[in-house]
């Protein structure tokens, strides 16, 4: 009996096994010419043909592993991906839902989301870091660098104060975060305030932020900032703040990019060797020369 997922793949694309040709067996699971008919299509010769043939079979095994291990995508992710496809095209979602093509590429889209939860399943904890040699053995900068610094920041958004109602938020607002600045300028933590007095969510590692590119005038403000300097206030996010600035580097942009390429490749290569190993442990009898 063929497998559940043997037939999902079949189905979407539109799968009629009475009049078919086989031209490959899976374990129990059946390819027919039909099925990759499109592909096929594309494909001049013989070796594409071979080449759309062993990516449908590795597709396939690939899917039943999925099944096996009970991955699949959520509702969430498929409907996310439906609005997608339609947003792209320009369609009504409602619309879209009632096209005849609907159904087959609804099964596509979880075919091939499944196929990327398999992935991310299979590569999770791979390490795909990236040594000093590699680098140097692979990588060459064009100097793209460009300089990113770290803050610590005090933003408030509201203060309440009875005694000073008449006052605009705002104006208490600077008149707290004045305050603040007067007492941490003349050695007051800055980390102990940002953890008492801060509304913003940075507030619990004492207002420090991730590394910012500089790339708008309040950040350049900040840049100049000298060591334990306290800087003036400054709106953001329809809040107040004070910030202190913490470190400074420069990134090289190219040399990142390049890393990042050469991590991908390592989690590429893995996976791939794993799917060999999968292909490897199948039963596979291909009928190649119906391809010619």
Request: a neutral charge; aromatic letters at 8%; proline letters at 2%.
């Amino acid at each position: 009996m063929r497998s559940a997922v043997a037939l999902i793949l079949l189905i979407q694309i539109g799968v009629g096994f009475a009049s078919n040709t086989i031209i490959a067996i899976i374990d129990e699971d059946l390819i027919t010419l039909q099925s990759i008919k499109e592909e096929i299509s594309l494909a001049s010769t013989y070796e594409e043909k071979m080449s759309v043939l062993n990516n449908q079979i590795n597709t396939l095994i690939k899917l039943k592993k999925a099944n096996e291990l009970g991955l699949y995508p959520s509702k969430d992710d498929v409907n996310r991906a439906i609005i997608n496809v339609a947003q792209y095209n320009d369609i009504d979602v409602t619309e879209f839902r009632k096209y005849p093509e609907f159904i087959p590429l609804e099964k596509k889209i979880i075919a091939n989301l499944t196929l990327l939860k398999l992935k991310q399943f299979i590569t999770e904890g791979v390490d795909a870091n990236i040594s000093k040699k590699e680098l140097i053995d692979n990588c060459t900068s064009n100097l793209n660098n460009k300089k990113q610094i770290k803050i610590a920041q005090i933003i408030i958004s509201k203060v309440e104060n009875i005694n000073e109602s008449q006052i605009s938020n705002e104006m208490r607002t600077k008149k707290f975060l004045k305050k603040l600045s007067d007492h941490i300028s003349k050695g007051a933590s800055f980390d102990a305030f940002a953890k008492l007095h801060s509304q913003h969510p940075s507030y619990i590692n004492g207002g420090l932020t991730e590394w910012l590119f500089i790339d708008n005038p309040i950040l350049e403000m900040l840049d100049k900032l000298k060591e334990k300097e306290v800087s003036i206030i400054y709106p953001i996010e329809k809040s107040w703040g004070i910030a202190i600035k913490i470190d400074e580097r420069f990134l090289d942009l190219n040399l990142k990019k390049c890393e990042d390429d050469l991590k991908n490749m390592k989690i590429e290569d893995f996976y791939l060797l794993w799917v060999e190993g999968l292909r490897d442990s199948s039963k596979i009898e291909i009928f190649s020369q119906k391809l010619l």
